[in-house]
């Protein structure tokens, strides 16, 4: 059974689990179970997923009950006014707040080259820093990591992945933008291998802030810090 954190007669908020989708899509047309489906079937309702999280990305994913709420929260989505909060793991330490503009384009999937670029604006502050005793890269014997909070001012597919990839920073656990060793090698120290993106907060205008703090799985990150 999902987990709801917010319910009311126009919007339902779950935590989302990471490795759910959130509807079908033809990407993962073999994939039955969704985030949509499962929610509708424990409620026994019509719902309309007002955005998306990526497979990988757990937490704070809202629905509308009504096509009326649907078209009304729809559009905040659509201008940017719905504030949004993640919680991520970058590889390298970033700078300790930062303000990414850099245009996408509109499918992740195609290559770039020929597509439109869509504006795209990223800010984040890093949260803390890691150093644990591994090696990835052989001129080091240690490897940098950070804990950054982010705040995505527009809502393109898998903006903060490529943001953090253009600026050098991929996250740990990107199987598409990230880097492998660093992900083989994280997962092997963590004891945990996963795409380490959260999606922590969803702030409405004039409407509710929904929250999702991190599972216990992200205790790892300042556990292991301690004992290295």
């Known amino acids: ?20 989708l959130v509807h079908p899509t033809r990407l993962d ?22 955005h998306r999280l990526d497979k990988g990305t757990g937490g704070v994913l809202l629905f509308a009950r009504t096509a009326d709420a649907a078209r009304h929260w729809g559009a905040a989505f ?34 770039s ?5 869509l504006e795209a604006v990223t800010e984040f502050r890093r949260l803390a820093s890691f150093e644990w005793p591994f090696s990835v890269d052989g001129r080091h014997t240690s490897s940098r990591y950070a804990l950054v909070e982010v705040n995505p001012r ?18 740990v656990g990107d199987a598409t933008h990230g880097k492998g060793a660093h992900n083989r090698a994280v997962a092997a120290w963590l004891g945990l291998q996963r795409l380490w993106l959260h999606a922590t907060s969803l702030s ?12 216990a799985e992200w205790d790892r990150l300042a556990a292991r810090n301690q004992a290295a």
């Open 204 to 215: 409405l205008p004039g409407g509710p802030c929904i929250e999702a703090p991190c599972g």
């Open 29 to 50: 047309a073999h994939e039955q179970l969704s985030a949509l489906r499962l929610l509708e079937q424990q409620l026994g309702v019509r719902l309309f997923p007002l």
């Open 154 to 171: 527009s809502g393109r597919r898998h903006q903060i992945r490529r943001h953090f990839k253009h600026i050098g920073h991929p996250l």
């Open 113 to 117: 080259e020929g597509q439109a670029r």
């Open 78 to 111: 659509m201008d940017g006014t719905v504030e949004k909060r993640y919680r991520a793991l970058v590889r390298g330490w970033p700078d300790a707040s930062g303000h990414i503009d850099y245009a996408l384009a509109r499918d992740p999937e195609l290559p």
């Open 1 to 20: 059974m999902l987990r709801l954190i917010h319910d009311d007669a126009d919007l339902v908020a779950i935590d989302k689990p990471a490795g759910l």
